[in-house]
């Protein structure tokens, strides 16, 4: 089973920041994207961020010049760097992953929460 872990959220002031990460784990052959994406209360998921395997690229019109995606293909693992925060950002962030496997899909990690708050 692919397993998707994902780790640092927490609390931060208004223009802090912090890095996500989430490794995927299990029986994978290869993934060809990983993003993050968020959901605050009462509002539905949005993207925030992917990357392809080749390193491209997309992101949140609303996070463009304070978020920066990353990975690592050997060790399977997506990073999100965040800076300047706002109040706005505060949201549950969820991994996402397509994994090519025996049972090829995509897979989500279970959310970490992000608030940002003084």
């Known amino acids: 089973q692919v397993q998707l872990v994902e780790s640092g959220g927490g609390l931060v002031q208004p223009g802090g920041s912090l890095r996500l990460s989430c490794a995927a784990s299990g029986s994978i052959f290869s993934i060809t994207v990983m993003g993050w994406y968020r959901q605050a209360p009462g509002k539905q998921r949005e993207l925030v961020a992917l990357i392809t395997s080749g390193g491209s690229t997309t992101y949140a019109d609303s996070v463009k010049g304070r978020f920066t995606i990353s990975r690592d293909n050997a060790k399977n693992t997506v990073y999100l760097q965040m800076n300047s925060l706002e109040p706005e950002d505060t949201a549950v962030y969820y991994c996402?992953?397509?994994?090519?496997?025996?049972?090829?899909?995509?897979?989500w990690g279970q959310g970490t929460q992000v608030t940002i708050s003084s």
């Open positions: 996402n992953a397509r994994v090519v496997t025996i049972t090829p899909g995509n897979y």
